[in-house]
C-alpha cells in the first residue's frame, strides 16, 4: 500500500518529545485528538517482540486530558459514564465507557480522581471536551472544563518496573494497578499511574512541567541502557494479541457496550443517573444481535485501512472486520470484528474479498492471548 506524509501545520499538534522521536527513529505517525502520536518505529514485529522482552518510552502525548473541576463535577462525571463512580476514591483510575442519549458509545477513557471535585477524562480519539460542555450547559452545572498541558510518556514492558524503579526508587513498585500518585524527580512531582495500553505491564508519567518532563525523558533512555531501552508507541499486533479495543477502529458511536464485551461497566441495578440509561435497559432486555469477536484469517500479510466484510459461502453477511495484523506468535493473521448473530460464537466461519481473492475467515473469543 502507497503510503503519503502527513503535512505538519499549527492545526495539526506537534508534542514536547516531537524533534527526540524523530531522533529516535519514527517512521510512521497517526493523528490523535488533533495531535501527532507516534505509530511505528521500523517493523511491527520487531517492536512487538521487544516489547514483551524489555521496555519501551511512548510518547503518547495525545492521550489528552480533559479536566472537570468544581461544585458539580461528580454529577457531570456521572453522567457521562454508565460505570457507578459513587464509590470511586482518589488516587484512583477508572476505565469507564461514555455514553450518549442512544445508549451508545462516545469514547471509553480512564477516569482519574484526582479530588472530591477535580478529574481528569484520559480521552481516546475524540472531541469529548465539547461533549462534557454540553452537558454541563444543558443542566447548568457549577463546573469549569478544559484541556490541561499535560504531556504522556508510557513506560511499558516486563522492565519497565526495574527502569522506573532506578530513577524513582523501590516506593514506585508497590503502586498497585490503576492507582497512581506523585513521585519526585529533582525537586518536581509528577503524577505517575500503573497504567498503560499494552498488556506487558508498565506505567504512565502525567507530565504537567514540560522542562522537567524534557529532562525525564531523556534520563529513562540512559539509565534504561542496561534493560535495553528503546523509543516505540502503541503496537498494533500486540494490542489485537491482547484484545485491547481501540475506539474509532473496533468500535465507534454506532455500537453499544454491550456490543463491545463491556458489560461490567454498565451499571444499570444502582440509583446512578447517567445518559442513555433506559436505553441501554432495553437493549439489555432485547439481548443484542452482534458482538465484538476474534477472527482468525488465512492469509500471511494484511493491511487494514478500512473495514471488510466477511459473508458465508452464500454470500451472507456475517460481520465486518475492523481490525487486523498477522501475528508472528500464531504465524498467521488476526483481527477484531464486529460479528452478527447467529454467528457470533468461536468456530464459526466465513470469507473475506482480499484483492480479488476469498480468504477463510474463522471466529474466535477475544483475547487471542
Not at 50 to 73: C, F, M, P, T, Y
Not at 82 to 94: A, F, N, Q, V
Not at 157 to 174: A, H, T, V
Not at 335 to 340: E, K, L, Q, R, W
Request: charged share 25%; aromatic share 10%; glycine share 8%.
Amino acid at each position: 500500500m502507497k503510503s503519503y506524509p502527513i503535512a505538519k501545520s499549527r492545526r495539526l499538534r506537534s508534542t514536547p518529545y516531537t524533534s527526540r522521536i524523530e531522533n529516535q527513529g519514527v517512521t510512521a505517525y497517526t493523528v490523535y485528538n488533533h495531535m501527532l502520536l507516534p505509530a511505528a518505529f521500523g517493523s511491527l514485529e520487531e517492536s512487538c517482540d521487544h516489547l514483551k522482552k524489555n521496555v519501551q518510552v511512548w510518547d503518547v502525548s495525545a492521550e489528552r486530558q480533559v479536566e472537570i473541576s468544581g461544585h458539580d463535577s461528580a454529577k457531570l462525571i456521572q453522567l457521562m459514564t454508565c460505570r457507578d463512580l459513587s464509590k470511586s476514591k482518589i488516587g484512583r483510575c477508572y476505565y469507564c465507557p461514555i455514553i450518549d442519549e442512544n445508549g451508545n458509545l462516545v469514547n471509553d477513557p480512564v477516569i482519574l480522581k484526582l479530588a472530591e471535585d477535580r478529574w481528569w477524562v484520559s480521552i481516546a480519539d475524540s472531541d469529548v471536551i465539547f461533549f462534557a460542555k454540553g452537558l454541563a450547559s444543558g443542566n447548568n452545572f457549577n463546573v469549569k472544563i478544559f484541556e490541561p498541558n499535560v504531556d504522556i510518556i508510557a513506560i511499558q514492558g516486563p522492565k519497565s518496573f526495574d527502569l522506573m524503579e532506578k530513577i524513582f526508587g523501590q516506593e514506585i513498585k508497590e503502586l498497585k494497578f490503576f492507582g497512581f500518585n506523585y513521585y519526585d524527580f529533582k525537586g518536581v512531582k509528577h503524577l505517575i499511574a500503573r497504567s498503560g495500553w499494552s498488556k506487558q505491564g508498565g506505567f504512565e508519567i502525567y507530565v504537567e512541567n514540560t522542562k522537567s518532563g524534557l529532562e525525564l525523558y531523556d534520563q529513562l533512555f540512559e539509565l534504561g541502557k542496561e534493560f535495553n531501552v528503546k523509543a516505540g508507541c502503541p503496537n498494533l499486533i500486540e494490542r489485537i494479541e491482547s484484545g485491547l479495543l481501540s475506539y474509532g477502529n473496533d468500535f465507534d458511536n454506532n455500537d453499544n457496550p454491550f456490543e463491545c464485551g463491556f458489560e461490567k461497566y454498565v451499571n444499570l441495578e444502582t440509583d446512578i443517573n447517567f445518559l442513555g440509561k433506559d436505553k441501554l435497559k432495553n437493549i439489555k432486555k432485547d439481548g443484542i444481535k452482534r458482538k465484538l469477536m476474534g477472527v482468525q484469517i488465512d492469509i500471511n500479510k494484511i493491511n487494514l485501512t478500512k473495514s471488510l466484510n466477511i459473508k458465508d459461502e452464500k454470500g451472507n453477511l456475517i460481520g465486518d472486520l475492523r481490525s487486523a495484523c498477522y501475528s508472528p506468535h500464531f504465524k498467521k493473521s488476526i483481527g477484531i470484528a464486529m460479528i452478527n448473530e447467529p454467528y457470533c460464537k468461536a468456530s464459526a466461519t466465513g470469507l473475506l474479498e482480499i484483492d480479488g481473492n476469498s480468504i477463510a475467515v474463522k471466529v474466535c473469543d477475544l483475547p487471542f492471548i
